[in-house]
């Protein structure tokens, strides 16, 4: 079975603040792909980025960037200098090759100008 | 390019009755999604359709809620008769490859929001 934590619920900062988001996965696949998305105001998710199992190499886009440690079974999410734009709810996602996607229960981010 | 379009963005209705939510996906996307999403969590799904064919309904409370795709476009996801857990955000979502050969990302259109009295 799979299984998608998010253990922060709700996170505030301040802007130009750097926050970072959780996220835990479990799965007995050895290979699988991790997303995250990302959930404005107005409904739509939307995609971000996808993580191949056998890829733990950082990647950084602009002011995102992610971490995938295998060995703890995370995919960590960092918004450096936050801006209020980037207040959202933020969903981890983990998918097997073949088969549905799981999603974490998510993390509100709130940036305060 | 036109997102994933849903109709209508927000519904009320009492139990019982009944309610009727479409989706057209991005054009040439051959799979669509219906998700639910509750208050305060994350989407689960419903139902997986690839063209006009039921991929994956293991989620779907087959009792009350059905769902269409019958030209492999546009979808429609029926519940008869609504009951108030149903009250939910309905997403739905497409995807141009097939899941289970998909490493790609899904395209989720805004939503419709069910509230049941």
């Given at each position: 079975a799979q299984k998608v934590t998010q253990a922060q619920t709700e996170i505030s900062v301040v802007e130009k603040e750097d926050v970072t988001l959780d996220c835990v996965y479990e799965t007995r696949d050895t290979t699988y792909y991790?997303?995250?998305?990302?959930?404005?105001?107005?409904?739509e998710l939307v995609f971000l980025i996808r993580r191949?199992?056998?890829?733990?190499?950082?990647e950084i886009s602009g002011r995102y960037s992610w971490n995938f440690q295998k060995s703890t079974s995370s995919f960590n999410f960092t918004i450096t200098a936050?801006?209020?734009v980037d207040s959202a709810v933020y969903f981890c996602a983990l998918k097997p090759p073949a088969g549905k996607s799981t999603f974490g229960d998510g993390t509100t981010l709130t940036v305060k100008p | 390019e036109a997102g994933v379009a849903q109709s209508p963005r927000y519904k009320i209705i009492e139990k019982r009755q009944s309610v009727a939510f479409w989706c057209n996906p991005i054009s040439g996307h051959a799979t669509l999604y219906w998700y639910q999403q509750i208050l305060g969590q994350g989407p689960k799904l419903l139902i997986q359709f690839q063209n006009n064919g039921v991929v994956d309904d293991s989620q779907l409370?087959?009792?009350?809620f059905s769902a269409e795709r019958l030209k492999g476009v546009d979808s429609t996801l029926k519940i008869q008769p609504a009951k108030l857990e149903d009250s939910a955000v309905y997403l739905c979502a497409s995807s141009l490859v097939p899941s289970t050969t998909n490493t790609g990302e899904l395209f989720f259109g805004e939503g419709s929001r069910l509230t049941v009295l």
């Open positions: 991790l997303f995250w998305y990302k959930q404005p105001p107005s409904g191949n199992s056998f890829d733990e190499q950082n936050s801006q209020v | 409370p087959k009792d009350r």
